[in-house]
Nanobody, 128 residues
Framework: QVQVKESGGGMVQPGGSLRLACVVS??????????MGWFRRALGQEREFVAA????????YYGDAVEGRFSISRDNAGNTLWLQMNSMEQEDTAVYYC???????????????????WGQGTQVTVSA
């Protein structure tokens, strides 16, 4: 069974940077089979799309709130997804979730309902 697990969360000052990682394991996993993405949920708010990357890593999408500051990438040699977060703001404070789509006919998606495999989340706090 495919599982995803996030790491790298923590506390950072406004304007700082943080890098999240998501490791995929289990099943007959081949990272190129799965479209993947990052979502976040701030306290008391709805889940929000952050970034997505296609199965072949040739396309990426970003949410409006993070466009130009965050970057999603994947390790071609392994099974790791990354989210590089720069110029961070207090509004970036949230639990960040890694997600994957095992349906191979989906190349990339920005809608949470399309994703079928989710991690437990990692807390990111931006505070002075």
């Amino acid at each position: 069974q495919v599982q995803v697990k996030e790491s790298g969360g923590g506390m950072v000052q406004p304007g700082g940077s943080l890098r999240l990682a998501c490791v995929v394991s289990g099943g007959t996993f081949d990272q190129y089979k799965y479209a993947m993405g990052w979502f976040r949920r701030a306290l008391g708010q709805e889940r929000e799309f952050v970034a997505a990357i296609s199965r072949t890593a040739d396309r990426t999408y970003y949410g409006d709130a993070v466009e130009g500051r965050f970057s999603i990438s994947r390790d071609n040699a392994g099974n790791t997804l990354w989210l590089q977060m720069n110029s961070m703001e207090q509004e970036d404070t949230a639990v960040y979730y890694c997600a994957a789509i095992q349906k191979i006919f989906v190349n990339i998606a920005t809608t949470a309902e399309v994703y079928d495999t989710w991690g437990q989340g990692t807390q990111v706090t931006v505070s002075a």
